[in-house]
């Protein structure tokens, strides 16, 4: 069970004590007081994940209480500038209980923004499951805050962290070519953030509002990769018992992010020449070819240029990839960046896990900037949120990062950091939860997260959680 903190407010001392007493053997940390007043300081001085309160109180009714809390949180949301219902404020979920029930002051309670109502008298049982529903809710709104918050720095902000001229020189393409919709390659090696990059050009071109299609041609087998970009119709091949459209035909009007470009297979690369030629597709089986207006970004972390010496990579097709390239500098050739991305990843982590981080030791950071990263910045970003997580105190020490198993100069007195696999987004994370708790139904699973079945259908296209 989900356990939280619990602020209760009940005029009755003797009711007070016995649901407090149920609620801490539940495994809650619960508050109490008999004065509404009281718990009004209570929850400006601090973050409460469920208020359960009475109604009928002689110096505040509940129904009061509760138009304040909410004024508050709507205020605070409009200040950041987060203000979706449900999800931009830090105001708990609200429980109201009443002997004297009406439908009236239900609804107006509803309406005001409880989560739920219990008449008195109620069950202990009764109680432990509203408010595990309320804790259940809190958490998916906690995460869907987290998540609006990585994607807002992602596309209002790049998302790229970096103070070395290197980086301040990719960003500064990156913003020029967004306003265009000129075919891009972005270099650069393993983890340096290549769909980033890509992500941020989308983001802010003028078909930010378009699909972003993002094809792995490295992970798609060379069998089925034809079919995934182009698209195919039925009878094309055993098994196409139904038209399917392509990845082109998917990013029509918006972007597609073709990721390790250099492992497609010389007969693909071919059609793909052919599709940046003719700006239009065919898919396998059809004798028809349909139109298409994409702006394509490709990536890779091999050497085009060496490849097509090597005559494993055409030449033409090189030259229509390569109209504006980005080349992404390794992390080891801009060491001044890392301690912006170690605070960045810091934060990140430290608010995903609800651990308290203030600070990193110094030497630990000078023993990060020594090392030479050979997986980059995603390397980094793993061993960061592994010492956040291992760390038993508010600062990050050199015990934290060593259990990690690799080694960085024996000077910093740090052993060096190990690659590990990445992690998914919170976003996936949180979206797949929430259709877990609504049973699979989307509807109920946008409402838990308080944004609109349109935008939970982009995120499970975005993610693929739904076949």
């Known amino acids: 069970m989900h356990r939280g903190s619990i602020l209760l407010i009940d005029d009755e001392d003797k009711i007070l004590k016995a649901l407090g007493r ?90 005001l923004g409880a989560l739920d109502y219990l008449q008195k008298p109620f069950e202990i049982d009764e109680l432990l499951v509203v408010v595990r ?33 290197a980086m301040e020189d990719v960003i500064r393409r990156a913003e020029l070519v967004a306003d265009t919709k000129s075919t891009v390659l972005i270099t650069g090696e393993t983890g340096t953030g290549k769909e980033l990059v890509a992500r941020a050009i989308h983001a802010h071109s003028a078909q930010h509002d378009m699909p972003l299609i993002k094809v792995n041609c490295a992970a798609i087998p060379e069998t089925l990769l034809e079919s995934e970009l182009f698209g195919h119709v039925r009878g094309a091949f055993t098994g196409a018992t139904a038209t399917k459209k392509g990845k082109f035909a998917l990013a029509d009007g918006g972007t597609i992010f073709l990721d390790e470009i250099g492992t497609m297979t010389p007969t693909l690369q071919s059609k793909l020449l052919r599709v940046l030629q003719e700006r239009e597709v065919e898919p396998l089986g059809s004798e028809r070819t349909e139109k298409i207006d994409v702006r394509v970004i490709a990536a890779t972390n091999r050497n ?33 960046d890392i301690p912006a991305l170690v605070e960045h990843f810091v934060q990140k982590h430290a608010q995903r896990t609800g651990r308290r981080i203030e600070k990193i030791d110094e030497g630990v950071l000078a023993g990060l900037q020594a090392y030479d990263w050979p997986g980059n910045v995603r390397e980094l970003e793993n061993t960061i949120e592994r010492a956040v997580v291992l760390s038993t105190g508010p600062m990050i020490t050199a015990r934290a990062v060593s259990v990690l198993g690799a080694t960085v100069p024996q000077a910093s007195g740090l052993p060096s950091l190990k690659l590990r696999q990445n992690i998914e987004w919170v976003e996936r994370e949180t979206i797949r939860r929430a259709l877990e708790n609504a049973g699979g139904v989307k509807k109920d699973a946008a409402e838990l997260m308080s944004i609109s079945q349109r935008a939970l259908s982009y995120y499970l296209a975005k993610y693929r959680l739904e076949s």
Request: glycine share 8%.
């Open 304 to 336: 085009l240029r060496q490849m097509v010496a090597d005559g494993k990579f055409q030449e033409d097709l090189f030259y229509r990839l390569n109209v504006i390239p980005i080349e992404i500098p390794p992390l080891r050739e801009r060491r001044d």
């Open 133 to 165: 529903r309320a804790l259940d809710h809190q958490r998916l709104r906690t995460e869907y805050r987290y998540m609006v918050s990585e994607r807002d720095e992602q596309f209002d902000h790049y998302g790229i962290i970096g103070r070395s001229r």
């Open 22 to 111: 149920a609620l801490r053997d539940a495994g809650h940390a619960v508050v109490e007081t008999t004065s509404p007043r009281q718990g009004q300081r209570l929850l400006a001085e601090r973050n409460f994940d469920v208020l359960l309160v009475d109604n009928m109180m002689p110096e505040l009714s509940g129904l009061d209480l509760i138009r304040e809390v909410v004024a508050s949180g709507a205020s605070t949301a409009e200040g950041r500038g987060d203000a979706a219902p449900g999800s931009g404020d830090d105001r708990p979920q609200i429980v109201m209980m009443t002997a004297h029930a009406t439908v009236e002051s239900a609804i107006e309670a509803m309406k």
